[in-house]
């Protein structure tokens, strides 16, 4: 190995082990700061790979930093390059695999698999069987409504449980609470029992008092007030990491803290007891532990009280129990709900249930799709048809967000079978979701409904972003290189083309001026670089400004996007125009940036666009659904959001995605023309 790899995968590794470090001592990591630390090792190995083409180990390197970063797609794209490039080993193609899982390319993911062998082929068959297990649940999409509940923020929030219609959960959000058990807790490093207020957006202490030091990172509570959680001295990290050193307590509540706490009798040191979970009589606890005489990794286990002791604890069986971990156990009505990665499901740890009858728990049930997802599902509670649960599925707020959904109808029996052979796999194509449809919805969308007055609303609308969703919540601070301070009109805009090649052109509103920014970086020793490089091209009064990245400030001016064809059904041929030739207009005069259009003749810059629909925040729209279609544009009025599909030259052409994005749940969308900035309504006889 040269001198310069053996330096880049240094700085990679170290950055690596940088941000595991982070995650184990500072556990309020956001997705901002995961990008922060990822970024520049991914830089060096692409400048190292830009210069050593053939390099294996670099590539594969760089596809695990693509995945840290959440880019699945980019990941997988590496992945298919080191394929064609003939770099992949066992390991490399068992990684692909697991990539294109994570996407929920299932029948990509089986190929990949099926091409893995040695040590990594008993495993790759067991993630084969797990993918076709997967493909029949998609075909149901039967699943409930998933709502991300509101006091989730861009840390992290779970455990859920359900007390006296009150939501109690672990958070790592500083929530409110007094002056005096903020004195006696202010070393807890950010762990915390908490319950939502009655809004539902904010939270705090559950109990006060110095109790909150214990570090808890589950929690049972019973109707009588009979409590059980664990503690842990791994305050953060993956759920996994939670488990470690874990040990029980049992007490009970008295309205405002705990009384007669004692350690689980069945605590050892060395050994975990993770999640525990108390029957509704308080009788019986169910928890997860690594002890020896498993199935494997955790399994889950049961102990009664006969009145003086906790007996034993009694392994659940290895119809319950796999050869992976399966923790969080929930049990109520005689159905016990737990978390397992052993059973064959749509990726990472899924919920599942098996029911208690006298020959013990039997018939493991798959808890469907939209409970779970491709990432991982934990901590569910169930009360009155309802589940709460946890994931750390990508849209959420943070890094693991508190989920609600009704229980599905349809349950899906695990079978434990042979992972068949790939040619015996058929591979009909499935039109997936990689998650579930309403895996970012917010509770608040409940009180949201169709705008009624479309052109009110466009009237004035300022695109902001092509290609990409600009969240306007969870604002990132950000880096621009200001221009200038001032622009008479759009014309003047054209002298900052040269400088397209190095970012967007923005008009930013800064109080009462218009400044021209280009941007937006994520990173100061990018911006640093790129201000010299600006510099050189003339722009010597040009400097660097950080802000939150916020849609309503930001109007986008010039875009390189602006010059390419979209994907899909995007035809650089223009056809005639008859077809609109017939519109009649709403009025003569034009309202504001938002008119019907007039019959106009053929020109060749104005662009037909598909306006897909109208939103309170970004966080409720599925890019992913529509990204084959066109070239995604978010466009911003007020506290509105519009996306709007671009890149088609005529309107046969965008008339054909306005009726595949209806077809993908875009009820509302209809095909648009975009004249210098202004959108015109197409309204025909």
Known sequence: MNKQLRLVLALAFFSILSLNNYVKTNW??????????????????NQHLAKNPNDGKAYGLLADLQLKLGKIDLACATYSMMESMKLCDDQSFYDYGLALKMGGKYDEAIKKFGKVSGKLKEGAQKQIQSCVFAKELIHYRRHKKVMNLDMNSPSSEYGAVLYEQVVVFNGEKSPFMTPQTASLIKDNKGLYLCKTLHNGSSAALFMEGKVNETKMVA?????????????????????????????????????????????????????SNYSPCLSEDGLTLYFASNREG?????????????????????????????????????????????????????????????????????????????INSVSNDYFPHVKNLIMYFTSDRMGGKGREDIYRS?????????????????????????????????????????????????????????????????????KPRVYFIQLASMIANNSDVNKFKTLVKFGNIYKVKVNNSTKVRLGYFLERSETDVLLQKVRSEGFKDAFIVEQELSTSDLELMLSQMDNKNATGNVSSTPKNNSTVHNNKPKNDAVTGNFEYTKPLPEVTD??????????????????????????????????????????????????????????RGYADAEVVIDNGGIIERIKKN
């Open 406 to 474: 009704p229980i599905s109808e349809h349950t899906f029996t695990v079978e434990e079978m042979d992972a068949p052979l790939v040619s015996q796999i058929e591979t009909e194509t499935v039109e997936e979701e990689s998650e579930p449809a309403a895996y970012a919805l917010n509770e608040a969308t409940l009180n949201y409904g169709k705008v009624e007055n479309i052109d009110a609303l466009l009237m004035g609308a300022r695109r902001v972003s092509i290609g990409e969703v600009l969240a306007s919540k969870d």
């Open 28 to 45: 309020t990591l956001s997705k901002y700061r995961l990008i922060k630390v990822c970024i520049p090792s991914a830089y060096y190995l």
């Open 606 to 663: 104005r662009e037909y666009k598909v306006r897909l629909g109208s939103f309170e925040d970004p966080i409720w729209f599925d890019s992913k659904k529509v990204r084959d279609l066109g070239r995604l544009e978010q466009w911003t009025k007020g506290a509105w959001t519009i996306f709007i599909l671009g890149g088609y030259s005529n309107y046969d052409d965008a008339d054909q995605a306005r009726v595949q994005a209806i077809n």
């Open 219 to 271: 929690f049972s509570i019973t109707q009588n007030n009979g409590v059980a959680f664990c503690t842990t001295q791994q305050v953060g990290g993956s759920p996994l990491e939670r488990m470690s050193d874990a040990a029980i307590y049992l007490g009970t509540y008295n309205g405002f803290g705990l009384n007669n706490i004692t350690a689980f009798a069945h605590n050892v040191s060395g050994i």
């Open 294 to 370: 498993g199935f494997g990794g955790m399994d889950l286990y049961k102990s009664t009280f006969d009145g003086t002791n906790w007996t034993a604890p009694e392994n659940l069986g290895q119809d319950v129990n796999g050869k992976g971990n399966e923790i969080t156990p929930f049990y109520a009505s005689g159905i016990l709900w737990f978390a397992s990665e052993s059973h064959g499901g749509l990726g990472g740890y899924d919920i599942f249930s098996s029911q208690n009858t006298s020959a013990g728990f039997i018939d493991v049930q798959h808890a469907g799709y939209g």
